[in-house]
DNA sequence: CGAGTTTGTTCTTTGCCAGAACATTCGCGC
DNA sequence: GCGCGAATGTTCTGGCAAAGAACAAACTCG
């Protein structure tokens, strides 16, 4: 049950079936392609008539196309529809606090090539290289194939509709307009995302085909700090300031350690991999320092991952207190949002078999009900590069979004 | 941006621009009756004839009516048309630990007749009990005018679609079906819902005309523990277990009071009425004799609240503290979900003067953003009897819905 | 009392869904 | 090789609702 909002409806016209019809059609070619007009009229429920007619406006605006003809048990062979992915390329772009990452992927999230470089800290000077490293891998790799938009992730908090980067603390950026500067460097439609709702838009929008994509669930970041993109019915939870999902600043203890946000005992100041690696070197967790400290010491939360597989003790432990607090932190959601799922990303996930067990206990000791102790934990690797992913998904989601009717 | 699920959609047919276009039109109405027809068609750009068109049939159907034309500064009177709520009557039922409360209200909320008496723990007697009292109800009140539906509120999670009563610890129901018998004893329509949910759901449908509805709010219900309304999107979070919401066991701190959820400092401890009576008491809380304790010292929230209000130092000092807790977790509240305000319901409200600055500064000192420390924080009363409004609700409010497409 | 203005109704046109009819293409059996 | 049945895909006609013009109604003002 929905409320129609009456200060921005958008009332229904005379085209406003074909536009529902349109959109449904093109989903169902998505998630089962391929696909014949006979079984997507079954599907729809509507005659095949109406298929014929609405997929011939999706060819003809380049949506889907045609394939072969494959064999069936008896009658007309059917026709096979495909949306069409591989030849529209976007460019995804993952600005992080030491890296920038640079992605040229197909409309459904495909790799086809990768580039990355050391953060600029000055902003006109990182456009400039951003430019250039685009422009190179757009010749090289993109063939006759057009490039439909930017995808760009930043840590940090983004305003709708602008794109404007409100607070990023890891890059020093507030109030800072980038769409702007990449747009008009690259004549391309930027779209920029905070990071962990891009990750999350990345599991609801090119989730494999088949699976069953939850229309709630939640993504938890945890790198340098923890962030959370929320999910419910469908859609991503912003809230009235653009800051909702800061889960790591939910407080686990009144009298914990003191956060960068001025609160104390935030689940991000036990759990994030600054918080990780002081506890694997021995030192007490303090915000303003831990990032000295880590440079200094030149260990990373990669090597200490790795150290715990190889089965240093001292790794380990860090790792299983981490772990802990995660699933104390985890609970909070699970009581908040009662998620069908919650996705893990970040580095410490290649553990993921060390740390399951202790963040399953942890959730189990702290469930209201035996059905939200199951909820599910799933582990992202780093590796499938889901910042990435999310940027992908920012320029190809809207081509199959709802219409916005009432 | 919202994604279609293709499992169950809902395809448009032809008629589809009609429903919705109706539905706009009666919400349309609904905020600002009484308005004219050639009112309507400006502010929905469309066509006087299509309005004409449109309330004909909204009209016939019993939703609308014409009222009188009234004076213009010039040209022909307009003709003005209100939404029919008056002669439809819904029976909100609120069933609580110790009183069941019955309203006899129209489609708006407002009340006709007020009932309540002890509740009964048999659960056969009891719903003989409501019988007699809705049927004595009606009989006295209603008149030629015509029940449409029974709103029943229960503190605890609630089945949707089913109606079914999961868990409510106050009433020692587990699975329970209650929709089931009541509409077999009275042969109206019943729809079951959480108290907290249904609060919530009274001030999105029943709010004041012309006042903006938030689309994004928490509904929060200070009693015997906490609870939490939440709407996302203008639509109610439920959650995959229809346990979403459940703040009053987010912990405050790890290591304080055991809660009945099993866990440790949870927000309930610190904030719910039983918590805030034996501060009052001078004694510690413990969720397990709370109950037995209070019911031997005859003090109650409502006297609590009198006391500090006259200004009692132990009365005034036991609120002070839960608004302390309570402003934490409304902090929790605000990082999570960023909404637009935070309703606040209970019998504590009474005494909201004492207790806003106190919450005010808590959420200040735990805020991430200047605009989120400035979320609103409304109080309403329980005088507003806001679980049976939020009953009353659940009747007329999918009259109003938007409707399920795509 | 007529001009001007606003409201509300009626009527025609246009576009899309719905469903029937038709064309196409295959396997199978004679 | 040819007819038949079956399934796919296309075309055509009908009906309904939106869009918008034209018209009727009702009021004010000079």
Redesign the pocket.
């Given at each position: 049950m929905r409320k129609i909002n009456t200060r921005s409806f958008v009332?229904?016209?005379?085209?406003?079936?074909?536009?529902?019809?349109?959109q449904i059609l093109l989903n169902l070619v998505r998630e089962h392609e391929p696909i014949?007009?006979?079984?997507?009229?079954?599907r729809?429920?509507?005659?095949?008539?109406?298929?014929?007619?609405?997929?011939?406006e999706l060819i003809a605006q380049g949506a889907l196309y045609?394939g072969d003809?494959v064999?069936?048990?008896?009658?007309?062979?059917?026709?096979?529809?495909y949306v069409r992915t591989q030849d529209r390329l976007v460019v995804a772009i993952d600005i992080r606090f030491s890296s920038t990452f640079v992605m040229l992927t197909d409309f459904s999230g495909n790799s086809i090539a990768l580039d990355s470089f050391d953060t600029i800290p000055d902003r006109e000077a990182l456009v400039r290289e951003l430019q250039a490293r685009v422009r190179r891998m757009l010749a090289e790799h993109a063939g006759a194939r057009h490039c439909e938009g930017i995808g760009l992730v930043v840590p940090g908090m983004v305003e709708q509709g602008t794109g404007r980067v409100l607070n990023a603390p890891q890059l020093g950026w507030r109030n800072v307009d980038i769409r702007g500067p990449v747009e008009a460097a690259l004549g391309i439609p930027v779209h920029v995302e905070n990071a962990p709702i891009a990750c999350a838009l990345a599991r609801m929008w090119l989730g494999q085909r088949g699976a069953a994509v939850p229309t709630d669930f939640v993504y938890v970041t945890v790198s340098d700090g923890i962030g959370a993109g929320v999910v419910v019915n469908g859609q991503v939870v912003r809230g009235q300031t653009n800051s909702a999902g800061e889960f790591g600043h939910v407080p686990l203890t009144a009298d914990g350690p003191t956060c960068l946000c001025g609160g104390h005992g935030c689940l991000e100041v036990y759990t994030s991999n600054l918080a990780t690696l002081c506890r694997y070197l021995g030192q007490d967790f303090s915000p303003s320092t831990a990032r000295a400290l880590l440079t200094s010491s030149g260990v990373t939360i990669a090597e200490v991952v790795s150290r715990a597989l190889a089965g240093e003790r001292r790794a380990t432990d860090a790792l299983q207190e981490t772990a802990r607090h995660l699933g104390a932190g985890l609970a909070v959601m699970i009581k908040t949002l009662s998620p069908s799922q919650i996705i893990v990303g970040g580095e410490i996930t290649e553990a993921w078999e060390q740390l399951a067990p202790t963040i399953r206990r942890e959730i189990g000791e702290r469930s209201l009900t035996d059905l939200a102790a199951e909820t599910p934990i799933v582990p992202e690797l780093a590796s499938a590069y889901p910042r990435l992913r999310g940027g992908a998904a920012l320029v190809s989601a809207p081509l199959f979004a709802a219409p916005r009717i009432a």
């Open positions: 009332r229904a016209t005379r085209w406003t079936p074909r536009e529902i019809n349109l014949s007009r006979a079984e997507l009229a079954r729809m429920k509507i005659g095949r008539g109406m298929v014929t007619y609405l997929t011939a045609e003809t064999d069936s048990p008896r009658g007309r062979r059917p026709q096979m529809l």
